[in-house]
């Protein structure tokens, strides 16, 4: 395998397993909702990362869709679980 074939996949499967740390989260809003509450800072911290990281890979000269996309989901994810942990 080429170095920039290898590169580019290994991108997205970072983006895929990305993607599915931040879906992961749902049971958590699940468990916050029901009165289990959870931590805020942690999963609020995350949204501000995956904030930070969506803003890096649209506005790239450039756009970085693996990162854009694996992060999205962390925003949303995230803040949810942030709020619902209040």
Same mark, same amino acid.
């Given at each position: 395998?080429?170095?920039?074939?290898?590169?580019?996949?290994?991108?997205?499967?970072?983006?895929?397993?990305?993607? !599915?740390?931040?879906?992961?989260?749902?049971?958590?809003?699940?468990?916050? !909702? %029901?009165?289990?509450? %959870?931590?805020?800072?942690?999963?609020?911290?995350?949204?501000?990362?995956?904030? !930070?990281?969506?803003?890096? %890979?649209?506005?790239?000269?450039?756009?970085?869709?693996?990162?854009?996309?694996?992060?999205?989901?962390?925003?949303?994810?995230?803040?949810?679980?942030?709020?619902?942990?209040?």
């Amino acid at each position: 395998m080429k170095k920039e074939k290898f590169f580019e996949t290994l991108g997205w499967i970072g983006m895929v397993t990305s993607i !599915l740390m931040y879906v992961f989260y749902f049971p958590q809003i699940l468990q916050n !909702l %029901g009165g289990h509450k %959870g931590t805020f800072i942690q999963p609020f911290m995350a949204g501000i990362n995956c904030t !930070l990281w969506v803003g890096y %890979g649209l506005f790239k000269e450039r756009r970085d869709w693996p990162v854009t996309i694996a992060n999205l989901p962390g925003i949303v994810f995230g803040f949810v679980a942030a709020f619902t942990a209040l």
